[in-house]
Each structure stands twice: as C-alpha cells, then as structure tokens.
C-alpha cells in the first residue's frame, strides 16, 4: 500500500517536472535574455513647414530638419529614412528640402548633400558610399561627396532577407551564408500574440537582428515592438523592449545596426530623435 | 411665436444633414469584388504619365511646388489633397495643363490634378457620385468594421483608417507577418503600392466596404 502511495507520488513528482520544464521552457529562453535599455538618444530640431507660411528653406533654420504639419487626411511629411557613418555622424533624408543632412554623433549640424530631389530612404554602403531612393519614383541613386546623385538602379523592391511567421509564438528567418543555421524565433509573452519578423542586419560575427512586433489584439491596432540579436549558433543574447512607436511622420527605414549598436529613428512632433541601444 | 419659430429652425438646421447622410448608406452603392478593388487600385498605381512644362505650375497658388520635373516620367496617379480623380480624369486635366499633384500646405487646388487617400480608397470601393463625399472621418459609412482579427482575417479590399489622419487598402499578408497595402501617399508625392511593418498603423482601425460581393 505504501510502496503504491510512494510510486504514485513519485510518477507525479515527475509528470509535475516535466509540466513545470515544459510550460518554463519559454520563460527560461526570454529569462536568461539580457534585456537592454536605451544608451543614449539624440534630438535634431525641426522647422514646421506650416500652411500658408512664408519660405522656411532660409536662414538658421537650415540647421534643422523640414516637416510639413499635414492636415485632416494628410500625413505630415518630413525625415522617413537615415543611416549611420562609420565614425558615428547621422545622415538623414531632409525631403522637402530636397537634400540629405549630416549631423555629427552629438546631433549638430554638420554639412548637406544637395541632391535636388526628395529621398525617403538612405543607406551607407562600404567606405561611406551612399545610396538613395528618391520618394516619388522609388529609383535608387548612387550619392558622391558632393550630393551628385547618379542613378544606380530602376524602381524596385529592396531585397530583404527572408523571414517566416509560424505561428502566434515562433518563426524562422533564414540562413545567410551557407553553412549558417537558421534563426529559431520563439516568442512567449503573456497575453501578447506575434505579428511579423523583420530580419534587420548579420554582422561581421554573424549575429543576426531582427525585429519583431507583437500585439495584445483588441479591434483598434496595437502594436508593440522588439528587436533581438541572435548569435551565430541561433541562440537569443539580447533583446530591446522599450521602442518608443509614436511617429509624427511615418519613417520608410526606422532601424540600423551599426558596430553591435541598434539605431532607431523615431520623428516626433517637434523633434527627430535617434534612440541608440548598446547590444555590444 | 418668435420662439416657436426659432425652435423650428434650429430643428431644421440640425436635421439639415440626416438627408445627406442617409444618401451615403451602403445600398445606394454599387456592389463590387474584392477582385474589382484591387484592380482598381493597381489602375491608379500602374497609371504612366509625362510631366509637361505647364503641369509644374498651378495657376491658382502662387506659393505651389511641384513634385516632378518637365518631361519626367511617372508611374501613378500623383497625390492631391482634397483631390478625386479617376485616371481617365487625371488623363484629360493633365492634358489641360493642370498641375500633377498637390498638398496640403498649398490648400486644396482647383488647378491641380490627382487623388488623395480617401479618395482613392473610396472610389475603388466604389464611389457613386463625383466629388469627393467621403474622407477618413465619414468612410464608416460605407464601411463596417469586420468581426474577425485585423492581424489574420483582413481581406483584400479592405481598409485600415485613421479618422482624420489617412486610410490605405489592404492587399494582403506576407509570410513574415508584414503586410501590402497600395495608398495614396502624400510622402511618396503618388498612388503606391508596397510592402509595409504593422507599427506604422498604430491607433488605426480596420473598416470593410459594405457593399461587397464576397
């Protein structure tokens, strides 16, 4: 009798064990992660180009980024993309401008690149070569030192490295050089439901980032966001949870990883700031 | 009898609109495909034009910038606030000499030419009358909000609207999770269609044309 009590007992110890590791799988993964919080985040001025108002495109306020305030039905219009130089300085596309804007890591001014048209998207290549997409075309331009732009390639979507939504909790984004392994996303959050994947940049390492977002449902779209780095092996090292979503302009390019440092653009009502998280 | 009469009037000048309303109800629209819609909006965003010389200037605003260049080569009907064209009528006011475009800080423009969110959205849906009746804060009358899951259930031809900010077509899900939508977008300067992150819809609602033949 006490040897059936004992055996019952001890085969749900077991089963009770193998529940408790199963359930905290998840928890286990996102409770060894290191969660990081912002480094360090810059503010760029901008001058409201309102209605009605006379020229802004004058002056001191050439120091500034140019955001048009929109209207009922109209988005306002103003910096959707940006990059980062090797030594850290901002390049910002400065649409109704017509120009990109180099800020020093400290967000003052520094120089523009008169590009005579409106580009919503940038991106610094090898050895700061920049490459733009003009806003209302989507063809891609080659941008020399000078802001001479030369045309690179037609209209076309941008390729991007493949990603895959399995279900409410996992993904997968794949492998980017042979021989990598495939990135297992897992995601277990109380009460919130995975979105989308967005694999954002490999660096020389081969750790990978990628952004996700998540939703707690509701009929009103509400969004939360994260970003991760993977290392080589696939395995979760970090993950950034407090991205601020509140976008006065809607931005074309909002991430960039630069140096293991995640970059996101964030244009606000007054301001473009430039949030920096350290995943080094 | 002063009094009663002002009582009626201010009766009369609150009933004044409820006609108006009940003309925009769903029945009086035409019935349509979720096909039919997005053939619709890949009319605007496959539409090819020429900027000519006259249509970079608007004669009615002196303040007014084109988007485009003389001779440039466009794909898409350009975005114009308070604007409703089809193309066929973007065709023949271009051809008038009319300005290719337009924003809000210049006004809505007579002498401008083109469509913006709610316009296009509305016409593909099926607008029945000329002009620009329907914007993002009475798109709700023609369109209900779906009973499923905005993340997994919209269709395309659906819409996602913010009253009184913009709207933009659904066109579908991809397999990361992102999705497709084409709009008229003032930033892009034209209709577009593209692939884009749900963050950049936060606060929007999902809204499906009443009238569709599903």
Partial sequence: ?280 | MSKTLALVLVILIFLAPMPLDSQLDASRLPLKTRAEIIACAKTFVEHKWTCERTNLNASCSRRYKSDWNAGQQVQGIPYRWGGADSPEMFDKKLAQGLAAGSHSRYGVLSCATGIDCSGFVSFCWGRSRSGHEFGTTNLRTIGGKPKDNWFTDLKPGDALVKPGSHVVLFAGYNPDGTINIYEASGGAARVIFHRTTWSRFKGYIPLRYKNIDE
């Avoid at chain 1, 001014?109 to 070569?129: K, P, Q, S």
């Avoid at chain 1, 979503?245 to 473009?272: C, I, N, T, W």
Wanted: with cysteine; net charge negative; aromatic share 6%.
């Fill in chain 1, 1 to 280: 009798m006490l040897r059936g009590i004992l055996l019952i007992f001890a085969l749900l110890s077991c089963a009770l064990s193998l529940a408790y590791h199963l359930a905290l799988q998840p928890d286990r993964e996102s409770g060894s992660v290191r969660t990081i919080a912002r480094s360090r985040d810059i503010h760029i001025p901008f001058t409201i180009l309102a209605a009605l108002n006379k020229d802004e495109n004058t002056g001191k306020s050439l120091d500034t980024l140019l955001v048009s305030e929109g209207g009922s039905d109209e988005l306002p219009e103003g910096p959707a993309g940006f990059d980062v130089f090797e030594d850290g300085s901002l390049l910002i596309a400065d649409p109704l401008r017509q120009r990109l804007a180099v800020f020093d890591p400290k967000g003052k001014f520094v120089r523009a690149l008169n590009i005579g048209f409106a580009a919503d998207e940038v991106t610094i290549t090898a050895h700061d070569a920049i490459q733009v997409r003009q806003a209302n075309t989507g063809d891609v331009y080659a941008v020399d030192q000078t802001g001479r732009p030369s045309l690179k390639q037609r209209a076309q979507e941008l390729e991007t490295r493949k990603a895959q939504l399995l279900s409410a909790t996992s993904g997968e984004v794949e492998k980017r050089t042979p021989g990598g392994v495939p990135v297992k996303i897992t995601f277990n959050k109380p009460g919130l439901r995975l979105l989308s994947i967005e694999a954002l940049a490999t660096d020389d390492e081969g750790n990978s980032y990628v952004a996700l977002e998540a939703t707690a449902s509701g009929a009103v779209v509400d969004v939360r966001k994260y970003v991760r780095k993977y290392s080589p092996d696939g395995k979760l090292v970090y993950e950034i949870s407090d991205i601020p979503l509140d976008y006065y302009v809607r931005p074309v390019d909002e991430f960039r990883v630069r140096k293991g440092v995640l970059y996101h653009m964030l244009p606000a009502r007054s301001e473009l700031q430039i949030n920096e998280w350290d995943m080094k």
